[in-house]
């Protein structure tokens, strides 16, 4: 197979790089994957109509060449298995404990899972999913995430939110900038999205005081040590995915 050289996403090195899942492929993507291109994506009007759309496809599930092997196999060690298990634990409920059509949401009581790790592997997946210049900026978290003991973590400036998903959804909008009406002022929204079915994630950048309907902040998890187990007891809204459409109405022309 062809070498692929480019930047880490997460060491910032130029090496060759290794195809990193997202999400990890025992966490709902092992089938084949269809991409949608970026130009795709943002043909809104397409979506609104729901025709189709242009796919590119996958055979090894989604994801791209975006991480150095030691990355991906250190990421892989300390954070995907804790991921898988507690996306799997969510799949679970929600397709055998609960009605879809009525649940709105679902408790989680769990004193079993190892929060941090899942916290760096989302946060992991967010720097997967951008353009390697892009994650170079991010060189905080990207030093959280490469060392799996780091407990400091800037949780006025990033705020993690979650959300379940309704459908089968694979999907992530990269970092945006959104030029946004706020009672009658304009400012800059920086979020970034991630659809990963069956849970949502959301990113923000210097976040404002207001949290996002429907969602839970998790940021806190971020203090919390690579070995600690923590008795979480949250409640998660299961909603429609979060897309541009979600601000849209906000946009400034
Ligand atoms: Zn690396």
Redesign the pocket.
């Given at each position: 197979m062809k070498e692929r050289r480019g930047i880490?996403h997460?060491?910032g090195?130029y090496t060759e790089l290794t195809f990193e899942h997202v999400p990890p492929k025992s966490a709902n993507n092992k089938e084949r994957a269809r991409l949608l291109t970026g130009k795709e994506i943002f043909d809104t009007k397409k979506l609104s109509t729901g025709k189709s759309l242009r796919y590119i496809n996958r055979q090894q599930g989604a994801g791209n060449y975006t991480?150095?092997r030691?990355?991906n196999n250190n990421t892989g060690d300390w954070y995907a298995k804790e991921y898988i298990k507690f996306a799997n634990e969510i799949g679970y409920i929600l397709t055998n404990e609960i009605d879809m059509k009525k649940a709105k949401g679902i408790g989680l009581d769990s004193d079993k899972l190892y929060f941090q790790r899942i916290i760096k592997q989302i946060l992991c997946m967010f720097l997967s999913t951008i353009q390697p210049e892009y994650a170079m900026q991010f060189k905080d978290i990207r030093e959280y995430v490469l060392n799996k003991d780091e407990i400091k973590f800037d949780t006025n400036k990033y705020r993690i939110s979650m959300y379940l998903l309704k459908k089968y959804e694979i999907s992530h909008s990269g970092v945006m900038a959104l030029l946004i009406k706020d009672n009658g002022k304009a400012v800059i929204r920086k979020v970034a999205i991630m659809n990963l079915y069956p849970i949502g994630f959301i990113l923000e950048i210097n976040p404002p005081d207001k949290e996002m309907d429907d969602t839970t902040n998790i940021t806190k998890f971020t203090t919390l040590k690579y070995e600690e187990l923590q008795k979480v007891v949250m409640k998660f809204s299961i909603t429609e995915k979060y897309s541009l459409h979600n601000f849209t109405k906000k946009f400034i022309k």
């Open positions: 880490c997460l060491c090195k991480l150095c030691e990355c």
